[in-house]
């Protein structure tokens, strides 16, 4: 089945991906868009596993932002040069197959010169490039959308239904794979729990950070959570006001919550809605926010919360 894959680095763009593929599964759906590599078990071969998934995918989106360059790993070594990095090993393995390699500037990027890339990702640089802004995102990634579902075909279609003589066979291959996969859940459970604790450990505490609201004034806003499970609570501060934090869930790295503040418009109170959606990223949290509002309309706004 055709697909498109999400290559990234969290340190460098992992906001932006993760906002696009919210996009990409809402058209396409959650079994053709693929973005992490986290059923990479110990022991693995993770080349041949990221060239098996790579391979299953008909479209690439390497997404550059201004730091995708120049990033280095523990060891000084900038992570392009470093033979087992993933992104290298994803994109090398996307141009080698023949798959279509789209490049998504976020942050201001600019496409590398091939002079700046190793030999294997050279071509990269010759690759028609696509830019999302952050005060377009929408419209720019609904322009992605509408380049993948031309040039890739079979995107976005749905599997057909089954013929009926092939159900009872079909019932008894998901029963015994049942049975076969009883402990992978129950181990891939545990790894879930283990790593939405060590989001929630990142997660606590307070942040900070400046907010440009739709009408255009700016705000240095923090920002105190707690997490207990998924549950996230504390406050959110709007206007330099502490907001108390209703119905928060952490869910793997995204975090989201809403806040209410109480607007007066022609001698009549409002109560607005604030509903907030974050990506956690070590010590980053991007954040889109939107403010339901009885008394104006509101548009999203975008901004960054560091420790």
Known sequence: MPGVFISYRRDDSGGYAGRLFDVLAARFGPDQTFMDLDDIQGGDDFTAVIGEKVGQCSALLAVIGDRWLTLTGPDGVRRLDAAGDFVRLEIAGALERGVRVIPVLVSGAVMPRPED?????????????????????????????DLLQKTVPGLGT?????????????????????????????????????????????????????????????????????????????????????????????????????????????????????????????DVIRFSMMTDSGAESHVPIYFTVRR
């Open 117 to 145: 890339l190793p030999d294997a990702l050279r071509p990269l640089s010759v690759h028609q490039s696509v830019e999302v802004r952050d005060a377009h995102f929408h419209a720019d990634a609904g322009q992605l959308v």
């Open 158 to 282: 749905r599997r057909t239904r089954a013929p009926r003589w092939a159900i009872p066979a079909a019932v008894v291959l998901v029963a015994a794979a049942g049975i076969a996969t009883v402990a992978g859940v129950r181990y891939r459970h545990s790894r879930e729990a283990a790593q939405l604790e060590s989001t929630a450990a990142s997660l606590r505490g307070k942040w900070s950070g400046t907010v440009r609201y739709d009408w255009g004034d700016s705000y240095a806003e923090t920002f105190e959570f707690e997490v207990e499970g998924g549950e996230v609570s504390g406050t959110a501060s709007f206007l330099q006001r502490a907001r108390g934090i209703f119905d928060g869930k952490l869910e793997g790295n995204r975090v989201s919550f809403t806040t209410k503040s109480i607007v007066s418009l022609n001698d009549k109170s409002y109560e607005d809605k604030h509903s907030y959606k974050g990506t956690v990223e070590r």
